[in-house]
């Protein structure tokens, strides 16, 4: 892989949270291609480690259990820094634990990807593996979802990228740009 645009993070990662089917994990895969940066994908690892996807996690031992299993992810995280820094795409619920923002901004540059509500709804429309839509009113869960998380992502964030009306690619670039602007700045 040759990346065509490295990033001097420090030794840190760039974070992406946002509300599931804002694209952290589509516009992660992009940064990684442009930095070199390899991809954790949270949700992937916990369905990797405990054998069983977030549908079955959610399903059979509840979602504070798969809260439990990401602030144990975002731990080990930070206690052992990656030799290459990793892009981490995150579950659109990890702001939810207050220890979990906190080690969230310990972690690295922590980017929002802020999308409407309609844009989600488009976006999610036919996906069968998000548990918190199997209802019967995904529109009334979405906007819920926002209301409550919404504070919670702004208060996590070190950036935020509206991205409801942008190319995945722009998203990609805006939040590269950015994140490369916030660890120059950071204090040596």
Not at 29 to 51: C, H, N
């Amino acid at each position: 892989m040759n990346p065509s645009h490295p990033i001097e993070t420090h030794g840190r990662p760039i974070i992406l949270v946002g509300l599931m089917g804002c694209g952290k994990t589509t516009v992660g895969k992009l940064i990684s291609k442009r930095t070199g940066m390899p991809l954790l994908d949270m949700d992937a690892l916990i369905e990797e480690q405990v054998g069983k996807t977030i549908s079955e996690i959610f399903a059979e031992q509840g979602e504070a259990y798969f809260r439990a299993l990401e602030t144990a992810l975002l731990r080990y995280l930070v206690e052992h820094p990656q030799t290459t820094p990793p892009v981490i795409s995150t579950g659109g619920g990890v702001v939810l634990r207050a220890e979990n923002r906190e080690l969230l901004r310990r972690l690295g540059c922590v980017v929002w990807l802020n999308v409407s509500v309609r844009s989600l709804l488009h976006r999610t429309a036919r996906s069968s593996n998000r548990p918190l839509l199997q209802n019967t009113d995904p529109a009334a869960t979405l906007r819920r979802l926002c209301e409550e998380r919404s504070p919670l992502y702004m208060e996590t964030a070190h950036i935020t990228v509206h991205s409801s009306r942008l190319e995945v690619g722009e998203v990609s670039r805006r939040v590269c740009d950015l994140a490369e602007r916030f660890f120059r700045d950071l204090p040596a």
